[in-house]
Structures are given as structure tokens and as C-alpha cells.
């Protein structure tokens, strides 16, 4: 492909291809993710659109696109060397009819979901301590920079094993991908949400233990139990507000 195609936003808007996530209206707008092979033998990427969809913050009061959030955190990513979809392209435009984006990244082929790779059970226990911990080493190298992924559900979270004795993971769906003031904060956060989520699909306690203890060893001390209470009892109870 050429370099004027990769940073040509008509071209990736109106590339032909398979729609694995179908345009979606949410946040006031269309968000949609296409999987493309520009030449046959070529390399494979997928392309995120959006019109509208927007969020808000005191830097953007009238809204910028989503996509802005989520390149942003996988270029951060690409810094502090996490595993995550490699950053091919992004622009965002406003035109008469409001905000447009388009981020391309390249395609992690033969990954699939830790969801899915928990559903389908198909590894040996051995191969699963593999996967595990190499999860671990990825989400570590982030939260010792002082960062929380912020939406860490097991279907955020690619998982490939390349043998017996290695494993590589990616992170996907970074838009929420934010600073936080202690590495162990960090970590609780993201890992709160994911061994709640993961355990009822099939994660098993020793494969939680076993990441609290990578992260025991690189220094950053973590509230265990706190960890492996059920995902109903780590919501917080709300206050009664009084009339």
C-alpha cells in the first residue's frame, strides 16, 4: 500500500470490507469497525468509523470523537511498550454535518479473546499458566508507568498462545485508558474488574494467584482478597438519598 493511501482519511472511509462490528448509534452518533485486506497477499487491518459519537470533557466542552481518546491510549501504549494494535492512522474532521473519524489499526491475526479462549476450554493447565502470565507481564508494564487500561473485560484482552512455553496478549479498547497516582491503583482497578468478570467464564483462582504473584515480585503489593471477592460483592452500596 501506498504511503499516500495510509494517510488518506477518503480512502480508509470508503475502503470496502467486512463489518465485525456493525454501525452502532450511541454518544449521539454512528461508531462502526470494518476488517479489510487492501491486497490480497497484503497485510489485513481494521477500521474504526465514526460520525458524531462524541464525549466531553473540560478541554473539549463541545465534544471531540471517541477515536481521539482510544488512539491516544494506543500510542501510549506503543510507548511504554504494551502489547496492544499496532496505531497505522488517525484523523478526525468536522463538517457540516459534524464530526467524522477514522483510526486504522493493524490486524493481531491468530489472537482471539480471553473470553473466548475461556468458553471454548480447550487449553491444558499448563498452556493456561502460559497465557496468565504473560497477561500479567502486558498489563504490568502499564500500571508500573501509572497507568489503568479502564474497561478491562476478558473480550478486551487478545490472547495467542505460540507454544508450550510462550504465550503473547494484546489490549484492545483503550478510550478509557487513563493516569492514575500509584502503580498499585492502577492495577486494583483494572484487575478488580477483570478477575470479577473472568472468574464466572471459567478463570480459576490458581490463575488469579498466579498474577498477583507476578506483580508481588516486580514490588507492587496487592489487596488479595479484595481481589477474589464474587463481582456482586466489589460494587460499592449506594447511599440512600434522603427527600
Known amino acids: 500500500m501506498s504511503q499516500t493511501l495510509q494517510g488518506d482519511f477518503d480512502f480508509w472511509w470508503q475502503a470496502p470490507g467486512e463489518w465485525v462490528e456493525p454501525p452502532n448509534e450511541r454518544k449521539g452518533g454512528l461508531s462502526g469497525v470494518r476488517f479489510i485486506r487492501p491486497a ?22 463541545m465534544g471531540r470523537p471517541t477515536t481521539v481518546r482510544e488512539w491516544h491510549g494506543l500510542k501510549r501504549c506503543q510507548r511504554l511498550g504494551v502489547n496492544a494494535p499496532l496505531p497505522v492512522f488517525f484523523k478526525a474532521r468536522k463538517g457540516r454535518q459534524g464530526w467524522q473519524a477514522v483510526m486504522v489499526t493493524a490486524a493481531l491475526e491468530g489472537y482471539q479473546s480471553l473470553q473466548a479462549m475461556l468458553k471454548d476450554d480447550a487449553l491444558e493447565s499448563d498452556q493456561r499458566s502460559v497465557v496468565f502470565s504473560a497477561l500479567a507481564g502486558n498489563l504490568l508494564r502499564l500500571h508500573r508507568s501509572g497507568y489503568k487500561h479502564g474497561h478491562l473485560y476478558p473480550k478486551e484482552v487478545l490472547v495467542r498462545l505460540d507454544s508450550d512455553v510462550s504465550a503473547s496478549t494484546a489490549l484492545v479498547d483503550l478510550e478509557k485508558c487513563q493516569r492514575r ?47 477474589m471477592l464474587p463481582r456482586m460483592c466489589q460494587v460499592r452500596p449506594q447511599a440512600h438519598r434522603h427527600v
Do not use: N, W
Not at 490480497?40 to 462524541?54: C, D, F, R, S, T
Not at 492502577?186 to 506483580?215: H, N, S
Open 40 to 61: 490480497p497477499e497484503g497485510p489485513a487491518y481494521y477500521v474504526k468509523i465514526q460520525h458524531g459519537h462524541l464525549f466531553h470533557s473540560l478541554r473539549y466542552p
Open 181 to 227: 497516582p500509584l502503580a498499585r491503583l492502577a492495577a486494583m482497578r483494572d484487575l478488580t474488574r477483570l478477575f470479577g468478570d473472568a472468574r464466572p467464564m471459567g478463570m480459576r483462582d490458581e490463575e488469579c494467584c498466579l498474577m498477583m504473584d507476578i506483580y508481588q515480585q516486580a514490588g507492587i503489593r496487592l489487596d488479595r482478597d479484595r481481589l
